[in-house]
């Protein structure tokens, strides 16, 4: 997978998780002790957390550092509602 669309999937992830866990980006921010302006990178694709924030988010949301980096949070819930 290139770095670039592991940056992408890692963006939009970020942003339907935290959408679906109803909080804004500084909501994020506070709850992860990060700026709102770090969090917006992120979620922009401008940047991507470190290895020890990237675990830290997959606790935060109860997924695996892989789904966040490389599948379809989307298609995944949907599978999982289904079961």
């Not at 339907?16 to 992860?32: D, M, V």
């Not at 789904?67 to 995944?76: F, H, N, V």
Request: aromatic residues 6%; glycine residues 4%; neutral net charge.
């Amino acid at each position: 997978m290139k770095k670039e669309n592991v940056k992408e999937r890692f963006s939009k992830n970020l942003v339907i998780l935290r959408k679906k866990h109803k909080l804004t980006q500084g909501g994020l921010a506070e709850k992860l002790s990060y700026s709102d302006k770090t969090i917006s990178k992120w979620e922009n694709g401008d940047a991507l957390p470190d290895v020890e924030t990237l675990c830290l988010i997959s606790d935060f949301f109860g997924v695996d550092v892989d789904e966040l980096l490389k599948c379809d949070i989307e298609e995944i819930q949907k599978k999982e509602t289904k079961q």
